[in-house]
């Protein structure tokens, strides 16, 4: 069975560094896509980019270009997110998905991972 | 940026009730559209892939239709579970985006 499971729950200050993590497990994690989402607190989705793992080929969408790095290392199949200095208004959920755009069976998100930033 | 207006942002209904929402693209994208379910503190759920399909194991009063820019998530008969908020997404082109959400509440 395909899976993502992602890190836990985070409560950090303002000014922190952060990176979370994705582990893909029962598929061919190197050669697939994976999206990261946001949702704030009470909010909508956002999608705030994708990684391929085989060369760390990124698409940043332009609302979270230079806000957040994005990367993968395939040996143990993990996508990564991170930011260098944290602000408040980075408190929300954050989702791995495997890439939106494949059709079929394709619907494998991670369980989350909750970010608190507060002073 | 392809900007996805979802409409309504939220409807009352009852069970039993059929359920319109809509999703209009700021340009066309084809038949790249998805549409998802999420039900509180849980990570969303893919119902219809490819504006039309509909994803394994979904219910059959789940429908999708359109193409171009008009997009339309329809449920045939509301029950109980459904109760939850709706997103579409395309992705025709980067950055994909999201519609605003239509939360179904209970009437």
């Known amino acids: 069975e395909v899976q993502l499971v992602q890190s836990g729950a985070e409560v950090k200050k303002p000014g922190e560094s952060l990176k979370i993590s994705c582990q893909g497990s029962?598929?061919?994690?190197?050669?697939?896509?994976i999206d990261w989402v946001r949702q704030m607190p009470g909010k909508g989705l956002e999608w705030m980019g994708t990684?391929?793992?085989?060369?760390?080929?990124?698409r940043y969408s332009p609302s979270f270009q230079g806000q957040v790095t994005m990367s993968a290392d395939k040996s143990v199949s993990t996508a990564y997110l991170q930011w260098s200095s944290l602000k408040a208004s980075d408190t929300a959920i954050y989702y791995c998905?495997?890439?939106?755009?494949?059709?079929?069976?394709?619907?494998?998100w991670g369980q989350g991972t909750l970010v608190t930033v507060s002073s | 940026d392809i900007q996805m207006t979802q409409s309504p942002s939220s409807l009352s209904a009852s069970v039993g009730d059929r359920v319109t929402i809509t999703c209009r693209a700021s340009?066309?994208?084809?038949?790249?559209l998805g549409w998802y379910q999420q039900k509180p503190g849980k990570a969303p759920k893919r119902l219809i892939y490819?504006?039309?399909s509909l994803q394994s194991g979904v219910p059959s009063r789940f429908s999708g239709s359109g193409s171009g820019t008009e997009f339309t998530l329809t449920i045939s008969s509301l029950q109980p579970e459904d109760f939850a908020t709706y997103y579409c997404?395309?992705?025709?082109?980067?950055?994909?985006?999201f519609g605003g959400g239509t939360k179904v509440e209970i009437k």
């Open positions: 998905a495997r890439h939106f755009a494949y059709g079929g069976d394709n619907d494998y």
């Open positions: 029962e598929y061919s994690f190197n050669t697939n896509w």
């Open positions: 990684i391929y793992p085989a060369d760390s080929d990124t």
């Open positions: 340009q066309g994208i084809r038949n790249d």
């Open positions: 490819a504006a039309s």
């Open positions: 997404l395309q992705h025709n082109n980067y950055p994909l985006t």
